[in-house]
């Protein structure tokens, strides 16, 4: 059974930076070949994508993170990663990763049951 494991977020201050990784364990998943993504969910709002990269590398981002986030995979350690600079208050959620059926829809539709996600608090 595939597992997700979150880790990376913290609490910053608006402009700096941090990077979320993404284990994925179980089963025979590689994540160079899969559909990943990353999603986040503030307080009150629905869970929406903030990137995703497919097998060849192309990769989507919300046009509310373009030119800030990037996403990255290593499938020698299983692990999408999510570099987020120049952070801003409104960047405050708690992140998630999973494997995508589609990393151009905004809304999330994922294959495998959400990990714990990671928080990232953004303030002064």
């Known amino acids: 059974q595939v597992r997700l494991v979150e880790s990376g977020g913290g609490l910053v201050q608006p402009g700096e930076s941090l990077i979320l990784s993404c284990v994925v364990s179980g089963g025979r998943f590689n994540t160079n070949t899969n559909p990943m993504a990353w999603y986040r969910q503030a307080p009150g709002k629905q869970r929406e994508l903030v990137a995703g990269i497919i097998g060849d590398g192309s990769t989507n981002y919300a046009d509310f993170v373009k030119g800030r986030f990037t996403i990255s995979r290593d499938a020698t350690k299983n692990t999408v990663y999510l570099q987020m600079n120049t952070l801003k208050p409104e960047d405050t959620a708690v992140y998630y990763c999973?494997?995508?059926?589609?990393?151009?829809?905004?809304?999330?539709?994922?294959?495998?049951?959400w990990g714990q996600g990671t928080q990232v608090t953004v303030s002064s």
């Open positions: 999973n494997r995508a059926y589609n990393v151009y829809s905004s809304t999330p539709r994922v294959v495998y049951d």
